[in-house]
Nanobody
Framework: HVQLVESGGGSVQAGGSLRLSCVAS????????MSWYRQAPGKEREFVSR???????SYADFVKGRFTISRDNAKNTVYLQMNSLKSEDTALYYC?????????WGQGTQVTVS
């Protein structure tokens, strides 16, 4: 049974920082791509960042230079360091892992930037 649990969300002023964590159980993160998505009220869910099994990273244009994805294999945890936060970053942030035969999502963690 795969479970992804996000944490680290909260309320922060514009320009501030937060670090989101995603702890995986039943799923070895270093073997698979791990991603972060977000969904703002009234908007579609959108891709934020991904780290693949080889450690290569990718980012949506709107977070490049501000967000950094990383992982700690020993803790089976993926992180999203978010700096220089803007009001438009306000959203529910989800951790996800997808492959040809699976598609798992966490419950999300709320980020509010004022």
């Amino acid at each position: 049974h795969v479970q992804l649990v996000e944490s680290g969300g909260g309320s922060v002023q514009a320009g501030g920082s937060l670090r989101l964590s995603c702890v995986a159980s039943g799923h070895i993160i270093c073997k698979y791509d791990m991603s972060w998505y977000r969904q703002a009220p009234g908007k579609e869910r959108e891709f934020v960042s991904r780290i693949d099994s080889g450690g290569s990273t990718s980012y949506a244009d709107f977070v490049k230079g501000r967000f950094t994805i990383s992982r700690d294999n020993a803790k089976n945890t993926v992180y999203l360091q978010m700096n220089s936060l803007k009001s438009e970053d306000t959203a529910l942030y989800y951790c996800a892992t997808q492959g040809s035969t699976f598609d798992y999502w966490g419950q999300g963690t709320q980020v509010t930037v004022s």
